[in-house]
């Protein structure tokens, strides 16, 4: 089973801020690895597809980067309404996994 | 676009089994690949089992293997996950989502049901 590890689990962040959350496979996928955005209370939306490319009408803040084994998710920008779990989502292998989470606050 | 509604909330016994339904609209469930996870509370995301379009066979998670049954209604494109021998971790919330494939292999969750709370408790 691939394991992926976010970092940070937690940070607190201010509005306009740029925000990295890094993903790290234990062994390579290629770019299949996508992320999520859990606001509280809600299901998960997809945000970035194959490690980098943007879904629809997700905004432009939000990028994605890396393959192999190292991820990162970019906010820059960082809106009030950002305020969620973010996970990353490994599909090069079943069965399928996600990081722990990456909780942001604002400030 | 895909809507996915599911089931309501339930409360099972310790040992029974619960039965959660995902209703499809905006398409049809033969065109989908839908795969279950599920939340427990405070905790993260656990992938349960989906269909292996590879395979063209359903896949469960080891840890949920003879426990779990995943099955498609396609005459009224509704799915259903079904687990047994209930206990108080299996609390959570259950979501369906459909997988996409584009040019790649790999597949990502494009739309998620609203969940499904589901509480064990004597």
């Known amino acids: 089973e691939i394991v992926l590890t976010q970092s940070p689990d937690f940070q607190s962040v201010t509005p306009r801020e740029k925000v990295t959350i890094t993903c790290r496979a234990s062994q390579s996928i290629g770019n299949g690895l996508h992320w999520y955005q859990q606001i509280p209370d809600q299901s998960p939306k997809l945000l970035i597809k194959?490690?980098?490319q943007s879904f629809s009408g997700v905004p432009s803040r939000f990028s994605g980067s890396g393959s192999g084994t190292d991820f990162t998710l970019t906010i820059n920008g960082l809106e009030a309404e950002d305020a969620a779990t973010y996970y990353c989502?490994?599909?090069?292998?079943?069965?399928?996994?996600f990081g722990q989470g990456t909780k942001l606050e604002i400030k | 676009q895909v809507q996915l509604v599911q089931s309501g909330a339930d409360v099972k016994k310790p040992g029974a089994s619960v039965k959660v339904s995902c209703k499809v609209s905006g398409y049809t469930l033969s065109e989908l690949y839908m795969h279950w996870v599920r939340q427990a509370p405070g905790k993260g995301l656990e992938w349960m089992g989906g269909f292996d379009r590879e395979d063209g066979e359903r896949i469960y998670a080891q840890k949920f293997q003879g426990r779990v049954t995943m099955i498609e209604d396609t005459p009224t494109d509704t799915a259903y996950m079904e687990l047994r021998r209930l206990t108080s971790e299996d609390s959570a919330v259950y979501y369906c989502?459909?997988?996409?494939?584009?040019?790649?292999?790999?597949?990502?969750?494009?739309?998620w049901g609203q969940g499904t709370l589901v509480t064990v408790s004597s």
């Open positions: 989502a459909t997988g996409r494939y584009e040019t790649s292999a790999y597949e990502y969750f494009e739309y």
């Open positions: 194959y490690a980098s």
């Open positions: 989502h490994q599909s090069s292998s079943l069965p399928y996994t």
